[in-house]
């Protein structure tokens, strides 16, 4: 079964680009997606840019209406996924408790929906 793992951090605690805890963080995340890309377990997954670049899309009446950035005010931002191909949920689970923003963020584990 598949699982989307979305990974939120608050961007105001994010390591900076080029600090030590910066350079940290994305060798974690390079062991991390090395070791679930072995294992096939790895589906696809991305880093996503600040929250300040989304925009929000919304049709109301037919007509379209833009804002400039995420849906909803949260103390954290969705910051990039996974999909995994996995057994069961407990091992969803197992491995997005691995994703390094877990220890710092919070990981919400879905599975995808299949239609035949």
């Given at each position: 079964?598949?699982?989307?793992?979305?990974?939120?951090?608050?961007?105001?605690?994010?390591?900076q680009?080029?600090?030590p805890?910066?350079?940290?963080?994305?060798?974690?995340?390079?062991?991390f997606t090395?070791d679930?890309?072995?294992?096939?377990?790895?589906?696809?997954g991305?880093?996503?840019?600040?929250?300040?670049?989304?925009?929000?899309?919304?049709?109301?009446?037919g007509?379209?209406?833009t804002?400039?950035?995420?849906?909803?005010?949260t103390?954290?931002?969705?910051?990039?996924y996974?999909?995994?191909?996995?057994?069961?949920?407990?091992?969803?689970?197992?491995?997005?408790a691995?994703?390094?923003?877990?220890?710092?963020?919070?990981?919400?584990?879905?599975?995808i929906?299949?239609?035949?």
């Amino acid at each position: 079964m598949k699982y989307m793992c979305l990974i939120y951090g608050d961007e105001a605690k994010h390591p900076q680009p080029g600090t030590p805890e910066m350079g940290q963080l994305m060798q974690d995340y390079m062991a991390f997606t090395k070791d679930i890309q072995e294992k096939s377990v790895m589906v696809a997954g991305d880093p996503l840019q600040p929250v300040a670049t989304a925009t929000t899309v919304r049709v109301r009446g037919g007509k379209t209406d833009t804002t400039d950035g995420p849906f909803a005010e949260t103390k954290e931002q969705l910051g990039g996924y996974y999909i995994l191909e996995c057994k069961d949920l407990d091992e969803a689970i197992a491995y997005a408790a691995r994703i390094p923003t877990a220890a710092s963020g919070s990981i919400e584990v879905r599975p995808i929906m299949v239609f035949d």
